[in-house]
C-alpha cells in the first residue's frame, strides 16, 4: 500500500519526538511492504520565522494532498508576547478549520507496567480505558471576538448540525466498545449547553438506541474523572469543555508524554500528534517523551489507513519497551533514563521482532 504523510515537526521538541515517529514509520512500512512517503512542512513559530505566516500556503496544500498529517508541537516563550497578532497557535486553528478537522480523539488508556507513576491510586487507574471525543472547529474557540484594555467578549455558538455529526462520530465509537456514551456539558447555566443535550438525546434515540447515553455537567465530570476513572467508556464534549477534560484525563496515565490524539474529518484525513505541547525547557536536550507522538502513529494507521495489524504491531512495541523499563527522564529521575533516541531505537528493534 502506498501512503503520504506530511510530517509537522513544529516547534520545542517537536522535531525531535517526530524524527522518532518518522523511524517507526519506516521500520512499519518495510515489515509490512507499505510505500509510506514523507514530506515535511513548516507550522507555527518556525512558519513565522521562514515564511511570517504560522500556516503558510504551501504547507496548507501539502497537507491537503495527503493520506494524513503528523504534528509535533507548535508554539514556545519566543512567539508569545501577548500582543503579537501572529501566534504559532493559530497555524494549529487554521489547519483544523481549513481540512475540516471537527473531531478530536484522545484515547487514556494507563499501561500497567506504569500504574505507580500515576498521580492516582493504582487500584484508581487499573482497568481505565476512555476514548475522548472533543468537537473541534466549533465553540467559543472559533466566535467572534471583541478585545480592549476595559472589556473582551468572547462569542460561544454551536448549530444543531454541528452537534449531530461530532455525537455521531461518539456513538459510532462506542457501538464498538462498551456501548455507554456520557456527554458532557453545562446546560443548568449555557444556552449552547442546552441545545447540546438536546440534540445528543435525539441523535443517540434515533440512531443509537443500543448505545445507553449519560449527561454530566462539565464540573460533575472533571470530579468524577478522578474519583471514578474506570466507569467511563466514551465521552463526547464540545470545544473548551474538551480541550480542559482531556488534560485532566491524561494524567491519569502518569505522564502526559504517554499519550496521543488524532484530529479526523468526514472524509477520514487526519491530523495526528502527541497531547503534550512543545515543552521549549527541554528542547534541544533529547529528553522528550517519544511514546504519545509513535502512539499518534498507531491511531493514523488504524483510523486514516485502516491497518489495523500495524496499529497493533506499534502497540505491542510500545507496551513491551515500557515493560522493559525503557523510560524517558519524564518518568525517571535518575541515570536510568533513555534519550529520546534510545527510546526509537528499542522501539524499532521490538518492530523488527515481532
Sequence with gaps: MKKQIVVLPGDGVGPEVTAVAVEVIAAIGAKYDHALNIEYADIGGIAIDNHN????????QRCQAADAILLGAVGGPKWSNPGATVRPEQGLLKIRAALGLFANLR?????????????????????VDVMIVRELTGGIYFGDRVESNELATDTCSYSADEVRRIVR?????ARTRRQHLVSVDKANVLATSRLWRNVTSEVMRTEFPDVELEHL?????AMHLLQRPADFDVMVTENLFGDILTDEASVLSGSIGLLPSASINASGVGLYEPIHGSAPDIAGQGIANPYGTVASVAMMLRHSFGMTDEAATIETAIDQCLEAGHLTADLVRDDTALSTQ???????AAIDAL
Design 53 to 60: 505566516d504560522p500556516l503558510p500556503a504551501d504547507t496548507l
Design 107 to 127: 484515547p487514556v488508556k494507563p499501561y500497567a507496567s506504569l500504574a505507580h507513576y500515576s498521580p492516582l491510586r493504582a487500584d484508581r487507574v487499573a482497568n
Design 169 to 173: 462520530v461518539a456513538g459510532g465509537l
Design 217 to 221: 455537567l462539565v464540573d460533575a465530570a
Design 342 to 348: 534510545q527510546v526509537g531505537s528499542a522501539l524499532c
